[in-house]
């Protein structure tokens, strides 16, 4: 639908201000970066390497570089299928635990290139960097600090080693949209534990790379979630103290990673990693365990439609394929994405901003654009949904405009049934919130923000009703 430009520059003029005011009170705000991530939603993440072949889940870095072989590896598939089944990107584990490297890194030796596969010239992240773009996928890697190969783990020295693998991964599988730095700090070979140098990490990817978004449990960029289980919390907050807090052991509680903090001091959102399987890694003996289609639409509303971000794990297997009971399971899965999101029942219906009897024309409202919204200033307000026919529906969607920050930490909606009125409440909203109830016929919808302390900024409301088909 075309906007009238006034009303657009109605829009850009009150964004300013906001922007404005939000900034004056220090309201930490998400970077471009960011806003390009949470707009990711959902993406892959591929654990491969040695455990592959050991049916490890720690690989003890003394495995041989000859189990590596995948004999069939086509990365082409896994974007095919990645694509397919509606993810925006693919994570890999360029070096695990094991310490092995997918790519024939100079910093080590125990790489693609000792393993026999391809004759000794394979590359997985060369192929798979290529296959992204051909798919129009983003490309990111997993890089473990802790590594139970090197020899100079544990030593001032490997940090430099780390640095440098980084930078080869930077410099010859670039652009990388995501770059994700696991906690874990274990012994390595001579059973020491390493210092690892995080300031000096981070500023080396910041100068190389500024555009990547790094994860690691207190970010700079996303958190990790507090569980391996895919959901985030039903408060979800945008933002994270890590004042005093470390990654890996030292970081904050479980809990406070899965909702974030109120008053938190800095933009860090939340990524729910999650294994289609039971394990990170291919172990044929699972094969019977994927998760099935209605599972995987539960993780991903209780994590994208909990204001986070879905990073789903598919174990590549030892042929170096996608396995079929997974690509079964992914496809259907985006069919239900794409049945139960595909009609929004409030598409066309007029949406209002009622204060005290007064209503006004709420158009950003369900203008499928999550960037234009409407401002509800007070706790009178409320946004009103009347149909001229009575709909049915089971499923609410719900969006703040995050690109100023993330204010509202309550909300209720009203449904008005033949039966009267039912509340629904709920605590955060953020990049989305999706609300399920039993389906019912409703004449009217509500929504109040009873706990407003500043402005709440509302980008879109839908309705659909959502079936397991
Ligand atoms: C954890 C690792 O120890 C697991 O093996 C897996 O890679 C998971 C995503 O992160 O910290």
């Known amino acids: ?130 296959a992204c773009k051909e798919y129009g996928l983003k490309f990111g890697v997993y890089i473990s600090p802790w590594d139970r190969n090197h020899p100079q783990y544990g030593t001032a020295a490997y940090n430099d080693v780390f640095v440098k693998m980084m930078k080869e991964l930077f410099t010859n599988y670039g652009p990388i949209w995501e770059l994700w730095w696991d906690g874990a700090n274990g012994e390595g070979p001579n059973g020491k534990r390493q210092v690892y140098d995080w300031k000096r990490y981070e500023d080396v990817i910041r100068k190389i790379s500024p555009q990547t978004v790094i994860f690691s449990d207190i970010g700079p960029d996303c958190r990790w979630v507090g569980n391996e289980s895919g959901f985030a919390g039903t408060t979800n907050w945008n933002y994270l103290d890590t004042a005093g807090f470390k990654r890996g052991e030292g970081a904050p509680p479980l809990d406070t990673l899965n909702s974030g903090n109120r008053f938190g001091k800095n933009w860090i959102p939340a990524e729910c990693d999650v294994s289609i399987r039971p394990g990170w890694f291919y172990h044929s003996a699972e094969d019977t365990m994927v998760k099935s289609p209605a599972q995987l639409f539960d993780l991903y509303l209780k994590s994208v439609g909990r204001g986070a971000n879905l990073l789903l794990n598919i174990p590549p297997n030892g042929r170096g394929l996608i396995s079929a009971s997974d690509s079964v399971a992914l496809m259907g899965f985006k069919k239900l994405l794409d049945n139960n999101f595909k009609n929004n029942l409030i598409k066309s219906t007029q949406l209002n901003v009622v204060t005290d009897n007064q209503s006004m024309l709420a158009p950003s409202l369900n203008d499928g654009d999550a960037t234009s919204f ?81 402005p709440a900024l509302l980008s879109e409301v839908g309705a659909y009703l959502m079936s397991g088909e």
């Open 1 to 130: 639908m075309r906007k009238p430009i006034l009303f657009v520059i109605a829009m850009i003029a009150a964004g300013t201000i906001i922007f404005a005011q939000q900034t004056k009170n220090k309201v930490p705000l998400p970077s471009m970066q960011q806003l390009a991530w949470h707009n990711m939603e959902y993406y892959w993440f591929a654990h491969f390497g040695p455990n592959t072949f050991t049916g490890n889940e720690w690989g003890h870095g003394d495995e041989k570089e000859e189990i590596f072989n995948p004999a069939e590896l086509d990365c082409r598939q896994w974007c095919r299928l990645a694509k397919a089944a509606g993810a925006k990107g693919i994570i890999i584990t360029a070096k695990h635990h094991d310490g092995f490297c997918l790519w024939p890194s100079k910093y080590s030796t125990h790489t693609v290139r000792e393993s026999s596969w391809r004759n000794s010239k394979g590359d997985v992240l060369k192929e798979l960097s290529a």
């Open 374 to 454: 409407e401002t509800i200033k007070t706790s009178t307000s409320s946004v009103l949904v009347k149909f001229a026919q009575p709909i049915t529906a089971n499923c609410i969607v719900l969006q703040e405009a995050i690109q100023l920050g993330q204010t509202i930490a309550d909300f209720t909606i009203m449904l008005s049934t033949d039966n009267g009125l039912e509340e629904i409440r709920g605590t955060t909203i953020g990049k989305k919130r999706i609300i399920t109830f039993a389906a019912r016929k409703i004449n009217q919808v509500s929504i109040h923000f009873p706990g407003i302390t500043s």
